[in-house]
């Protein structure tokens, strides 16, 4: 298994968390569950073949847990974009992506199926990721400028979790209405999902790292009102159990290992 990645140089540093190459083992067939993260990506298969992705295309915002088969994704780049990043990228707006995955020639046409034969050609691993990102910074379809109401409620969401939604709403000076659809469009989810999403993503961290945690100091150290609603919380966005996921977590904080 080989896994590089690579930051991307400003303005785009400000959308993209970062370009990535993987490369997997064929030999061990196994199935994931992949935790949602609330963020978009674009994944390029670079097997020849074209056996898994259609070739090239563009996942999510999943606010639900999907299952992969890994071996089909042997060798595989992608653009795992900030939650609030995709929007100059894209004409649908957010919201019309939401849990679901489209082939990429479907939005950006040709120029799709034109980065990934260059891809191909090139074999100079840095070379792809500079590739990856010249192409994104001329397919920008809106300015690489976020709406200042959603830039500053992502602020508030991320670093003051006792803002509540309709506070932070009522600084933006947007109705609840404008807002929702600002955010949304932008985003892909409701401020309702995202801030849950968060919470959910705050505590699988803090599980991942110490499966010793008491559940229920757990819980009310994330926000939850008790243990029953984070554990319901948890099953909802993960499918599983907090006991089941630690069972099952393997080397990264969003795959599960599922059993054969």
């Known amino acids: 298994m080989y896994f590089r990645t690579y ?14 190459y993987f490369e997997g083992d064929e030999t061990s067939p196994r199935k994931e569950r992949i935790l949602p993260d609330g963020r978009m990506q674009i994944l390029i298969d670079l097997r020849e073949d074209r056996r898994c992705l259609e070739g090239i295309g563009l996942t999510g915002p999943y606010s639900e847990s999907f299952i992969i088969d890994s071996p ?34 479907l939005l950006w046409h040709a120029a799709a199926d034109e980065l990934r034969e260059r891809l191909l050609a090139e074999h100079s691993l840095l ?65 309702k999902i995202f801030c849950r999403l968060l919470r959910f993503r705050k505590a699988l961290r803090r599980l991942y790292q110490d499966d010793k945690l008491d559940l229920a100091d ?31 977590r393997g080397p990264y904080l969003n795959h599960l290992t599922l059993p054969e």
């Open 7 to 20: 930051k991307t140089a400003h303005p785009l540093s400000d959308f993209v968390e970062g370009i990535w």
């Open 72 to 105: 089909s994704q042997a060798q595989i780049m992608g653009v795992s974009f900030k939650a609030e990043g995709t929007f100059p990228f894209f004409k649908p707006p957010a919201n019309e992506l939401t849990n679901v995955y489209v082939p990429l020639d």
């Open 127 to 191: 070379n792809r990721f500079l590739l990856i990102e010249n192409y994104l910074l001329h397919r920008a379809v809106r300015p690489l400028t976020p709406h200042p109401a959603v830039a500053f409620a992502f602020r508030e969401f991320s670093h003051s979790p006792r803002s509540t939604i309709g506070a932070v709403i009522d600084r933006t000076g947007f109705s609840n209405r404008r807002f929702i659809q600002l955010f949304s469009m932008e985003v892909g989810l409701t401020p």
């Open 218 to 248: 757990l819980a009310l150290g994330c926000g939850y009102y008790d243990q029953a609603h984070f554990s319901n919380d948890f099953k909802t966005f993960s499918g599983y159990s907090p006991t089941t996921y630690l069972s099952h």
